[in-house]
């Protein structure tokens, strides 16, 4: 059973940065693609970052240029760098792992077998 931690998540004005991290329990986490996901209240779940085992990355258009994804391998531990932050950010952010071939972007949920329990970012104006 893979078990996947979420934390980092905070409350912060606009234009602040926030880092979260995803801990993983899992053998062979390097064979995983991994991915944030993120939730506003009222909203679908929608895809904000993706990571290919081989490292190439995606990016929604609306983090593209403030967030960035990495992965630490030797940790279990996949990364979400967020910089710029906007009050449309507020949403609870989630990890998942699954496997794809490296031409899907890596956004359908449905690629994913494993979730995290979620943490709450939240941006004020």
């Known amino acids: 059973q893979v078990r996947l931690v979420e934390s980092g998540g905070d409350s912060v004005q606009a234009g602040g940065s926030l880092r979260l991290s995803c801990v993983a329990s899992?053998?062979?986490?390097?064979?995983?693609?991994l991915g944030w996901f993120r939730q506003a209240p009222g909203k679908e779940r929608e895809g904000v970052a993706s990571i290919h085992f081989d490292g190439s990355t995606n990016y929604a258009d609306s983090v593209k240029g403030r967030f960035t994804i990495s992965r630490d391998n030797a940790r279990n531990t996949l990364y979400l760098e967020m910089n710029s932050l906007k009050p449309e950010d507020t949403a609870m952010y989630y990890c998942g792992a699954g496997q794809w071939p490296a031409w899907r972007d890596g956004f359908l949920m449905a690629l994913y077998n494993f979730w995290g329990q979620g943490t709450q970012v939240t941006v004020s104006s």
């Open positions: 899992v053998n062979s986490y390097s064979n995983y693609c």
